[in-house]
């Protein structure tokens, strides 16, 4: 698998079409999040490809949400990205901005945990902590029962993209929070970087 494009070209095109602050952290944490389910998953080899595909998921959706998933394959195929990626990125928004279907696991990863990390994220930031180094399954499973709270995280789709991959939803939540936990640091420190760029 090819995104025939380097990293430091996708956060450049990231950035060109992303200036909000929350649109480029979650980029980041869907980037980190995806490489460590390639890793934890036996796609070490395709890493750096998952962790493309999580960065620029949601390439469009800051300039175009209505056209979300429809603008993208324009944008990355004139940064010479790969129809590998192309549809990698398109198939997130299955169900919801298009009809491209998740195929590959890295696709099916990518749909599931999309909504998942925002989730997690927004719960981290009601911790004292501020952090996902401390939270467990069982209060990330209280929030996701709470329908009011982060609102616009779909709990349809993170439910059904458990399911796309056969899991359980509980196991898709700690796979998620663990990957999150893992890339703290380096998605913060890349915030810090960007911000005062």
Request: charged share 35%; glycine share 6%.
């Amino acid at each position: 698998m090819d995104a025939n494009i380097s990293r430091e070209a996708a956060l450049e095109l990231l950035k060109k079409y992303n200036k909000e602050e929350f649109h480029i952290r979650h980029a980041l944490t869907v980037e980190s999040v995806m490489r460590w389910f390639a890793v934890d998953l036996g796609r070490a080899d395709e890493a750096e490809f998952w962790a493309t595909a999580g960065l620029l998921h949601d390439i469009d959706f800051e300039l175009w949400p209505r056209e979300h998933c429809e603008k993208a394959p324009e944008l990355l195929r004139e940064a010479g990205a790969s129809e590998e990626l192309i549809h990698a990125v398109c198939s997130h928004g299955y169900g919801l901005a298009g009809n491209v279907e998740p195929e590959h696991e890295m696709e099916k990863v990518l749909f599931a945990c999309d909504e998942l990390t925002g989730l997690i994220g927004a719960a981290a930031l009601m911790r004292p902590s501020k952090s996902v180094r401390d939270m467990e399954v069982s209060s990330l499973r209280k929030k996701f029962k709470d329908k009011k709270f982060a609102a616009g995280c779909s709990r349809d789709v993170i439910e059904r993209g458990a399911k796309l991959l056969g899991w359980e939803l509980e196991k898709l939540m700690e796979k998620t929070i663990l990957a999150m936990r893992e890339g703290e640091d380096l998605v913060n420190g890349q915030m810090e970087k960007i911000l005062a760029d």
